[in-house]
């Protein structure tokens, strides 16, 4: 739009005062203002020039060193931290056992100051923390792992009790473990939406007449008298080194007393103390015996059943229960009797013809009149039968139980400690440590006869080089 008033106003200054300027004045005025225009341009850059530039910073990758150096300083804090804080009493004590320190707790307990990550924002206080894993009996590996919103990785950190550790455990290698890079966390990249550039406005085309420029002759050129580059001489550089023997560092301050065991070393100084107390602690075991009742159910003798069983088995003869009589009737004698007795099987009475009153019984009734009777008897036989049968009989006795719980006793061994006092004797231990520097050789490269190098230890090796 410029260009086009600036062009507008020329014309019209053109139109008015045609006469006063010539061909060429305008043709410069036009070029003047086309250079305005550019250096404009040059000097105020448009939003589109700003937007190729932030895209090619993020494409460059300009800012990333920065931003690792950050991820860097804030998860070797976090590692310094932690190696202050997990000493003997907050290790794991099993093989294989962990113990982890988030970050919020390590805020908490006030081992770090609050950081933040590249975009200002505070990292996760639980993804990120510090975990301690015992591997052997007297190493740990310490993992360090840091979650942000830009950024998260871990570091592995090998700890152990050494004999160079100034406290209990330290770690293995001297050398500060550097994140090399940390895993960027992708961001959303919103699209910027194009915008149509509005078309430029075109000049009204001025037809300039043609000049014909004076012819100018160049003025004739003399050339420079050539003066020869001195001769230098060449540089030499010699080669000086100083070997520094192995040394000790100064013994640090003693360490609190502690009854752990320290073992003496040449980077360990180790003085005891013992002292004797008196204690109480177990000095025996108690044998304790007793009957401790307890219900079970068992079988008990109630009653016995008895059986009558054949124990021998024979021929006998037996009454068949009937008999036989003989036919010859003998007199046996004659009685009495006021009433004719009856006649049975074996016996028989006969009535004496002319007997009645023969006998009285004064004594209660003489008026009853007694008979006299003949007693005639015969012979009884009884009929018998062989036969097999049980001629010996024996018992048979069988026990009866039944269930019934009943209480019953045991006996039980228990033994109780028996605590005495004594005396014991406790060492404790002081340290201090003491580092050793191991021997180094310093190689530099100077001119001839350094005094400065010489006097402080250098000397020749007779390498020299050129510079």
């Known amino acids: 739009m410029l260009v086009y008033v600036a062009i507008k106003g020329g014309i019209n200054m053109y139109n008015e005062r045609n006469e006063e300027f010539s061909i060429r004045d305008i043709i410069l005025q036009l070029l003047f203002v086309v250079l305005f225009v550019f ?73 770090l100051l609050p950081f933040v990550d590249s975009k200002g924002r505070q990292c996760d206080l639980s993804k990120s923390y510090i975990e301690v894993t015992k591997t052997s009996e007297i190493e740990y590996t310490m993992k360090v792992n840091l979650d942000c919103t830009d950024a998260s990785d871990y570091i592995l950190v090998p700890m152990g009790c050494y004999d160079f550790c100034k406290t209990d455990i330290c770690e293995k290698e001297t050398t500060r473990p550097v994140v090399t890079k940390p895993t960027p ?63 000790f560092t100064n013994w640090s301050s003693w360490s609190n007393w502690t009854s752990n065991y320290i073992r ?105 009149i007694y008979s006299n009777y003949k007693v005639y008897t015969r012979q009884t036989y009884e009929i018998k039968q062989s036969g097999y049968t049980c001629v010996e009989y024996g018992l048979t006795v069988t026990p009866i139980y039944i269930n019934k719980q009943v209480t019953e006793y045991k006996t039980e061994v228990k033994y109780e400690p028996v605590y005495g006092s004594v005396k014991e004797t406790v060492t404790y231990y002081q340290s201090r440590t003491r580092k050793l520097i191991p021997a180094s050789t310093d190689t530099r490269w100077s001119n001839y006869n350094n005094t400065y190098l010489l006097n402080n230890g250098y000397k020749y090796t007779g390498k020299v080089k050129v510079k």
């Not at 401790?292 to 054949?310: A, F, I, R």
């Open 264 to 368: 003496e070393t040449d980077l360990v100084d180790v003085r005891t103390e013992e002292i004797t107390n008196t204690v109480t602690k177990q000095i025996g075991v108690k044998k304790i015996t007793q009957s401790v009742p307890y219900t079970t159910t068992k079988k008990v003798h109630v009653d016995n059943l008895v059986t009558k069983t054949c124990a021998k088995w024979g021929t006998v003869t037996v009454s068949t229960g009937t008999y036989k009589y003989g036919t010859e009737w003998n007199y046996v004698k004659t009685i009495t009797a006021t009433t004719p007795p009856a006649d049975t099987a074996t016996t028989r009475y006969v009535r004496v013809k002319n007997s009645s009153g023969d006998t009285l019984d004064c004594n209660t009734n003489c008026n009853s």
């Open 185 to 247: 966390k992708p961001n959303p990249v919103k699209p910027i939406p194009n915008k149509p550039k509005p078309d430029p406005v075109k000049p009204d085309p001025v037809k300039p007449d043609p000049v014909k420029p004076d012819p100018v002759k160049p003025d004739p050129v003399k050339p420079d008298p050539v003066k020869p580059d001195p001769v230098k001489p060449t540089p030499i550089e010699y080669e000086y080194t100083k070997t520094t023997p192995a040394y």
């Open 39 to 111: 250096i404009l341009l040059w000097l105020f850059p448009t939003k589109s020039d700003f937007n190729k530039l932030a895209n090619n910073n993020n494409n460059i990758g300009s800012l990333e060193p920065i931003y690792a150096r950050i991820f860097n300083d804030n998860i070797l804090n976090m590692k310094d931290a932690g190696k202050e804080y997990f000493t003997t009493e907050r290790v794991p004590q099993k093989i294989g056992d962990k113990v982890t320190l988030t970050l919020g707790e390590m805020l908490n307990k006030k081992l």
